[in-house]
């Protein structure tokens, strides 16, 4: 018979004894249990991130979770004194407290990033899931940090430097395409050209402040002359010059970065602050294949420069530079997130490359277009065309669409969301108070933004996590199937220092993680033969889901195979009115 205690009469004493009973636990039960089911199916269908947002990171199913950790409490304190046959239940809710507990603990302070790295290179910071707006500066040739602004999922606003902007949109990916508008500072000729027909793809031709840029189209070289061109620099370009030495390049590239130009040179050099060429070539007849560019042979001239650009941390960038459309600079990344900012760009010399013919464009004083055609035996087809464009070119053996002509010549990049694809580019879309166009911040690239009187840079990318110890990659190693090109296992031998400390070896291989203060560094993904990726954690709340597990694994032994410690079920304690009822 149950003893007594005439504080069981309270109305806490009732509310606890709800709060404790299955009439709580078990619909908070059935809606948790809803819940992992339906975040299962999020997960497989969408993705961890949807099943994230939507179930385990949710408000309501953090507060499911914390009402049956407290129903799990309540319903040991109601049973208190505890007697020896109440040591299996007991343990079984002190380990469901701890894995809950537990699972709260890895939510709010789990660590979890990755690392990229190529063989010879070194980091000591991971790059994590979340997501942050930062204020950087250029010291040097090194970008600094002036403010970091985590970005929440739910914000709606972001102040930096004292500057309030509104989240407009999050795009998944994006892409860059550019526009060629008359709004220039100074007078620059430009023409849109369409190959064939006015459906045909179309380039802009730009002029050079010295007449000397030059496309070809064909068998014919293309010129674009200044709005004020004089009469000396025409009859230099509709003269024919001797042929030239094939064996010369008939450029020359340069990329182009925040204003400054750099001179493409040889593979292993450093063109640019913190960019080395990993490769360059020429093509004189120039084609695009499944690898990049190609040499057609016995093709039109179509010069062209290919470079291919390396970071040294994972990241591979492709540039193309065709001297025929100086408007036209496609660039590739190949490996990595990083990104140069950089366009290619070829100096090309108009008496370089002699095919035979050429084409000069020029805008009358009066607006009207005028073309001459200079034939490889010296002839001249000068004509003023009265008609507005599009107006064809006749080229003799095929035609040439002059689109448009402007005076002043600007190029633009404009953004666009773009289908998610694998190789996608988030970006970040912001609204500065009393300004009408749009701030867009594409993923880790420094952006300058002018915000009210003030010009700063800004660049939305990874919340980035200091290690307390450095890691560097030595040799990365992929072991097929005999007989096979299917993996059967990667290995990544690492160095790895602690503060001023030595380096020491270590080999990361699947269950074989480097472990260092709470830390974890798995083998996670590779790049090609020679760029190796890892996945860092650090989880506190680990600890007690294993310690919650076994605990929960012992009460359960004891209440099913324990007469002594468990035998039937550990009632609560009546109050006096009770007891008299079942007596």
Known sequence: MSETRDWRRTWWWRAAKFIGSIKLAVPVLVLATAGMIVGTYLESKYGPAVAGRLVYDSTWFAAAMAIMCVSLIFAMFVRIPWRRTHLGFVTVHIGLVVLIVGGFTSRYLRQDGSITLREGTEAHQIEMDARQVQRIALDGHQWTTLESLPLADSAKRITLAGQTLRVVDRWPNAEQHAIMLDDGPTPRHAVQVALGSTHGQMYWLMESATGEQAAEYGDITLHVLPVDADEKLIAELTTIAPDVNDDKPAAEAFFER???????????DEVMPGWRIESAAFFRSAHVGANGLEETPGGNPNPAYQVVLTDGQGTVE??????????HMPSRTLQGDAHSDAILRIAASAHRLQTGRRLVIMRTADGKLRTILVGADGSVDDRVYDAPLPQPIDLGDGQLIAVQQ??????????????????SLPLLVLQATGQAEPIYLPWRRPIPVTVGDQTITLEYGPVMIDLPFAIRLDDFRRIDYPGS???????SDISVRQGDGPWTPFSIYMNHPYEYEGWKVYQATHIGDDVSGFSVMKDPGLPMT???SIAVCVGLTVMFYSRTFSRGHPGVLLAPKEQGAQT
Do not use: K, L
């Not at 540039?319 to 408007?327: C, K």
């Open 318 to 327: 492709r540039h193309y530079a065709f001297a025929n459309f100086p408007g």
């Open 258 to 268: 925040d204003g400054q130009q750099y001179p493409v040179t040889q593979p292993g």
């Open 406 to 423: 402007i005076t002043h010549a600007q190029q633009h990049e404009q953004w666009h969301a773009a289908p998610a694809e694998d190789s």
């Open 485 to 491: 090109s299917v993996p059967m296992a990667f290995e």
């Open 546 to 548: 294993y310690t919650g």
